[in-house]
């Protein structure tokens, strides 16, 4: 391959391109293509770990509270009172409203499960564990609610990590 070179005097030198060189161009994209994909989960970590923290900050407050206070912190009245479950159908639908809000678009078979089925399933999910506590009160078994409780939180997380993740790697429009 031939590639022309100007030279400070004006003229032009022709120089010679191994193929090694365009394999090195391949290598190039590739490893900016990486990179890219490495940022987007990066920020959108990023995003997930601030809005976990905002949500959750009452939690937090508390548990500094009993710590300063020397008082025990009762996970399980936090589980029985559902703060964590309402704020993981919260995190979700955020994704959503968010998607909708957005003018890009994924395939319609993507777009029914990730945005129509999983956040469905999970507010159904939610709403259901939630009626168990209120209506069986301490009858309810706290290892079934804290399972419950930990898969709700990890869809909740990874729904949002893949979407954000997308949404910064295309760099849709809003």
Known sequence: ME??????DGQQDVVQRSEDQGIDDKQNVKLK?????????LKSIGWNTVAIIAGLLQLLVLLLLALINNKTFSFEKILM??????FCSAFVITSVIDYY????????SFEAIFFFIIPLF???????????????GDGVDIEVLKV?????????VTHSLIFRTLKIYFGSSE
Do not use: N, Q
């Open 33 to 41: 293509e990486f990179l890219k994909v490495l940022k987007a989960i």
């Open 148 to 156: 419950g409780t930990m898969s709700c939180s990890l869809v909740a």
């Open 101 to 108: 809000s957005i003018s890009r678009r994924y395939p319609k």
């Open 122 to 136: 999970m507010i159904v999910f939610i709403i259901t564990l939630y009626c168990a506590i209120v209506e069986f």
């Open 3 to 8: 590639d022309f070179v100007e030279r400070s």
């Open 81 to 86: 009172d559902g703060v964590i479950l309402f």
